[in-house]
């Protein structure tokens, strides 16, 4: 290639997906390891990454910033991440704080990560303000809604004693149950010959009051919880309650519902976002 030949400049750059990271605190008997484990950790769970990850899309993990953090949060811009990239995805991981959405925890155990709940609320809006298309998962599913104004049931099985079992410890992600897809909605365009489908599901919190901006796009059979929501506004913003990078690992069946029509049609949206021409 000559020193002139510059054809290779032209090759389209692969999209960039910025991923919330999980956040792992030191605490109890587990410091006895010593080390790394001593450490406030960020982390990426390694399916989301080989879900997500392709030729041309390349995950980049975007870490929390609070006040006890060696770099602070006037040193960055998080509409630095949103201009910079392509799109966001929330991964799965603490629960939500009650504080969030306006609740005092029901009992400790659910006190949640309320700084990571401000960091990723500020991420979507950053977001969402530059056009840019957002997917998430469980707990990203319950901070979109939390984020436009919802609020979560706590304890699915405190709050909801009616419901069907959304978390089995024992068989977590081999525990599935069956989901409607709403009629009309968007989700059920991008399955058309699917009206009931299983999921695996990996959760005891879950949406309570839905969001006023949002739209239901599947409630689980038979005790209706919501399990996919979409924001009505302008943008591509789809939140899930199951977890298609895990369910990606397995053969799955056909009553089983497959997320590569949901991640084609994340990506899509950001390669339309990316490849738009800039407003004059």
């Not at 290779?8 to 990271?21: D, E, K, N, Q, Y």
């Not at 990203?140 to 069907?164: E, H």
């Not at 409630?219 to 929501?229: S, T, W």
Request: charged share 20%; aromatic share 8%.
């Amino acid at each position: 290639m000559g020193c002139g030949d510059t054809s290779h400049l032209t090759m389209t750059r692969p999209l960039l997906i910025g991923v919330s990271a999980r956040i792992y605190y030191p605490s109890g008997p587990v410091l006895d390891l010593g080390g790394v484990w001593t450490r406030t950790l960020h982390f990426l769970e390694q399916s989301v990454v080989h879900w997500v990850i392709a030729r041309d899309v390349l995950p980049v993990m975007i870490p929390a910033v609070d006040r006890e953090s060696l770099v602070r949060r006037t040193d960055i811009s998080l509409h630095g991440y949103a201009a910079a990239l392509d799109g966001l995805l929330l991964q799965g991981g603490n629960d939500i704080a009650p504080e969030s959405y306006g609740e005092a925890p029901l009992s400790p155990e659910w006190r949640g990560d309320r700084i990571r709940d401000r960091y990723e609320i500020e991420l979507l809006d950053a977001f969402i303000e530059a056009g840019k298309p957002v997917l998430g998962i469980c707990r990203g599913c319950q901070l979109i809604n939390v984020a436009f104004g919802g609020t979560l049931y706590q304890d699915i099985p405190t709050q909801r004693p009616d419901a069907l079992a959304h978390l089995d410890n024992a068989q977590y992600d081999h525990q599935f149950h069956d989901i409607e897809l709403v009629p009309g909605s968007h989700l059920a365009s991008l399955y058309p010959d699917v009206r009931k489908a299983a999921i695996n599901s990996i959760h005891h919190q879950a949406i309570k009051d839905l969001a006023p901006e949002l739209d239901v796009e599947a409630r689980a059979v038979p005790d209706g919880i919501i399990e996919a929501v979409r924001w009505r506004g302008p943008g591509h913003v789809f939140g899930m309650q199951w977890h298609p990078e895990f369910l990606a690992q397995h053969d799955w069946h056909d009553t089983q519902l497959g997320g590569h029509h949901i991640l084609s049609d994340f990506l899509r949206a950001a390669r339309l976002r990316r490849d738009a021409p800039e407003a004059p």
